[in-house]
C-alpha cells in the first residue's frame, strides 16, 4: 500500500517551527503556504497548532487549532504509521494529488519519532481519495466535529478504489514507507495570493465618457455646418 | 462666443460632415458597447440568480450545517474557475449580486469573484471577493460598521458583521493575509466616482457571526 505516497511537499511549502510543546501531545506549529486537506476539512494556507488529543485511551487522535489555539478545526482519527528511521524535524506525507487540488495530508510524524499519525478520512472523502491514488485509503465514521471520546472506540478500515472495504492489515504493506528527506524551507510567511489587490474599475465609465464626447462633438460639427452652409 | 468658419471649398465642408458622421458613429458604438456590457452583466445575474435558487432548493439538507469546519463536499473542490459560487447580499444597502471563482476580467464583468488564494466561505480563514465599483459593488460607498452580509452557498450560508471600512494602495495586499477568525473582505476600487484606473482600493472587512438557514 502506498507504493506510489507521494512524496513531501511538493508543491506545499510547509515550515515546522521548533517544536514548543512537550513529547505528550506532540505539539506542533505548521505553516503551510498553500491549502491542505484533512480529513473532513480544507485548511486555507496558514499556520495551524498539530498535537494529539489528551486521550490515555487512544493515543492516536490528532487535533488541529488555529495558531492562537482558540478555535479547532477538527478532531482526526489516526493509526500509527511506522518509519524505518526516524526523521529530525517534522514531516508531513501527502497523498498524490491533481495539481488543481489541496495536498491531502496521509501522516504526520513528529520529530524523532518512528510512529506517525495517518490519518482516517471520512468515508465518500476516502473513497475518492483511493480512486484518485489508485490507492486503498484509510477510513472511518468520522467527522472532523467528534469528540476524541467519540473516536477512541472508531472502527478503522481500508477502502479500495473499487469501493471494497477491506482489513487495515491487508491493505498496508509489510515494508514501511521508504525514508523521505526533510528540507526545512527558510522562513517564510504563507504568501498572499496575489502582488496587488484585484483591478476592479471596468473600463465602461471611461469608454460611455468616450460615447458621450463623440456624440456632442458630433452635434457640434453638424451645427457649424449648417450654421456656415 | 460667435464661431465664424469660412468655406472656401466643397472640400472642407465634406470633411466637417465626415467627421460629423464619424463621431456620431463612434459615440453610438460606445455607447451601444456600454449598454451591452450592463445587459449581459444583467442577464447573467438574472440567469445564474434563478439556476442558483433552483441548486438550493434542491440540495441535500447534510450541506449546510452549523459547523465552522468545511463539509465533506468542499467548495474548494467543486468550484472551478469561473463557475457559480455563490450570492452575496447586504440587505440594508438591497446589495445583492452572484459571485463565481476567480477575477479574471471576464469574470468581474459579470459578477463578483472569489480571489483566488484566499479561503472559501466554507473554511476558516478571510474570504476575499472582488466586485467592479462601477457595477456590483457600487453601493458599498454605504456601507457602515455593524451591516450583515451573508454569502449563501451550496454549503452553507454564513453571516457577516462589518468590522471596518479602508482605504488602501493596491500593494496593500495584507487585507488578505490568512487570518486565524473566519472573516470576509470585499474589495472594490476607489473612488467610486473615477473614470479611469482608480489609484486606490476600498475594503470591507466582516467578522463570521454565525450561518443563516443552518437548522
Known sequence: MFKKLAVLLTGVL???????????????????????????????????????????????????????????????LAIPHYRMQPADKTLILFD?????????IHAWFYPGALYGQEFVYPRSRALELARETHQPVLTGDVTPTETPTELEKTPVVAVTPENKEVEVAEAIETAPAAPTQWTVPAPAVAPAPEKELPETASPLPFIALLGVSSLGLAWLLKTIRSHNS | MKVTVHWSSSRKHRIFRYAHITFAILGCVALGACAFAYFNAGVFQAYERWHFEKALLARPRGLAGPSPVAPVQSLRLAVKEGVLLGRIEVPRLALSVMVTEGIKPRNLRLAAGHIPGTAFPDEPGNVGIAGHRDMFFRRLREIRQGDIITFTTLAGSPEYSVEWTRVVKPKDIDVLDVSSQPVLTLVTCYPFYYVGPAPERFIVRARLIGRAGSS
Do not use: C, M
Request: hydrophobic share 40%.
Open chain 1, 14 to 76: 510547509v515550515l515546522s517551527l521548533p517544536t514548543f510543546g512537550d513529547e505528550w501531545n506532540k505539539k506542533t506549529l505548521l505553516t503551510f503556504s498553500q491549502p491542505v486537506e484533512i480529513p473532513g476539512v480544507i485548511l486555507p494556507a496558514g499556520q495551524y497548532v498539530f498535537k494529539l488529543a489528551d486521550s490515555n485511551a487512544n493515543r492516536h487522535i490528532v487535533q488541529v487549532f488555529n495558531a492562537d489555539q482558540d478555535q479547532i478545526f477538527a478532531t482526526i
Open chain 1, 96 to 104: 498524490e494529488r491533481r495539481a488543481d487540488q489541496p495536498q491531502a
